[in-house]
């Protein structure tokens, strides 16, 4: 990955990969999802539901489109070399359709990474355990009018000081929701854009939203995070280690919390 799309990353908090699967494994990719739901591509009468969620997706076009050459050289710049582990799927799809009804899950948040014992809901923390990157795998043509996901340039950055009152033990997303829609609200907002193939790669810190769809064609993404290798959980990022070279993830938490002293364990 070139330096400059490094750089964006750190500054913006995401960076989009143009092609970074090719569209004849999108193609099979949104085939294989069409068979998931209860509606068909040609019968728009049969989009009966804002939102289809399906979930983790093994089969071989989805392996191919998460393991190209040019995501893994992107998450050994972003990540680091041997901190993330290869998908062996596609994680949650949310498909989005035009309906009149809207959608219950549009505000703005982060993504959880781990979930303690006993508890059903994904919680994060400040050396974002479980998870190292957020990433959006594009499977449809998504403009402005298709639903595209909301993201607030810059909001990273904010994310952290929200996260360090919590320390190691960190917070469920019920909770951190509210606090990170207020800290960011003042950020810039851009939409994820583009064309089947095209992959987000997302701090996973960074704060977006989905929104309802007013067009015509379903949007079909996929959002996995990308996880850290063994070695490096539960906390990819742990701030209580100074590294030589500290990826660029780590590098902006770190830079986020300035000087202060560092979050409990």
Same mark, same amino acid.
């Given at each position: /990955?070139?330096?400059?799309?490094?750089?964006?990353?750190?500054?913006?908090?995401?960076?989009?990969?143009?092609?970074?699967?090719?569209?004849?494994?999108?193609?099979?990719?949104?085939?294989?999802? $069409?068979?998931?739901?209860?509606?068909?591509?040609?019968?728009?009468?049969? $989009?009966?539901?804002?939102?289809?969620?399906?979930?983790? /997706?093994?089969?071989?076009?989805?392996?191919?489109?998460?393991?190209?050459?040019? %995501?893994?050289?992107?998450?050994? =710049?972003?990540?680091?070399?041997?901190?993330?582990?290869?998908?062996?799927?596609?994680? #949650?799809?949310?498909?989005?359709?035009?309906?009149?009804?809207?959608?219950?899950?549009? @505000?703005? *948040?982060?993504?959880?990474?781990?979930?303690?014992? @006993?508890?059903?809901?994904?919680?994060?923390?400040?050396?974002?355990? !479980?998870?190292?990157?957020?990433?959006?795998? %594009?499977?449809?043509?998504?403009?402005?009018?298709? =639903?595209?996901?909301?993201?607030?340039?810059? #909001?990273? %950055?904010?994310?952290?000081?929200?996260?360090?009152?919590?320390? !190691?033990? @960190?917070?469920? /997303?019920?909770?951190?929701?509210?606090?990170?829609? =207020? =800290? #960011?609200?003042?950020?810039?907002?851009?939409?994820?854009?583009?064309?089947? @193939?095209?992959?987000? %790669?997302?701090?996973?810190?960074?704060? *977006?939203?989905?929104?309802?769809?007013?067009?015509?064609?379903?949007?079909?993404? !996929?959002?996995?995070?990308?996880?850290?290798?063994?070695?490096?959980?539960?906390?990819?990022?742990?701030?209580?280690?100074?590294?030589?070279?500290?990826?660029?993830?780590?590098?902006?938490?770190?830079?986020?919390?300035?000087?202060?002293?560092?979050?409990?364990?």
């Amino acid at each position: /990955m070139r330096e400059e799309l490094i750089e964006d990353f750190v500054r913006d908090g995401f960076v989009k990969v143009p092609g970074a699967f090719s569209t004849d494994i999108a193609d099979a990719c949104a085939t294989l999802l $069409w068979e998931e739901i209860d509606a068909r591509p040609d019968e728009p009468a049969t $989009w009966t539901q804002p939102v289809y969620w399906v979930g983790d /997706m093994p089969q071989e076009p989805f392996v191919q489109a998460a393991n190209t050459p040019v %995501l893994h050289d992107a998450f050994d =710049a972003l990540v680091g070399p041997g901190r993330w582990s290869p998908r062996p799927s596609m994680g #949650s799809f949310p498909l989005r359709f035009p309906h009149a009804q809207e959608p219950n899950d549009a @505000g703005w *948040h982060i993504e959880g990474g781990y979930q303690p014992p @006993g508890e059903t809901e994904w919680w994060t923390n400040v050396h974002s355990s !479980g998870k190292t990157l957020l990433m959006l795998f %594009l499977f449809s043509e998504i403009d402005e009018s298709n =639903a595209p996901t909301r993201i607030r340039i810059g #909001s990273h %950055l904010d994310v952290p000081e929200v996260l360090r009152p919590y320390g !190691g033990q @960190g917070a469920p /997303m019920s909770v951190l929701g509210p606090l990170v829609d =207020a =800290a #960011s609200t003042h950020r810039r907002v851009t939409l994820a854009t583009g064309q089947p @193939g095209d992959v987000y %790669l997302c701090h996973p810190f960074l704060v *977006h939203a989905a929104q309802p769809h007013h067009g015509s064609r379903p949007r079909f993404l !996929g959002q996995p995070p990308l996880h850290p290798s063994p070695p490096f959980m539960p906390g990819p990022f742990s701030l209580s280690v100074t590294d030589t070279e500290p990826s660029p993830i780590g590098r902006t938490i770190r830079q986020a919390l300035g000087a202060r002293s560092e979050p409990s364990h």
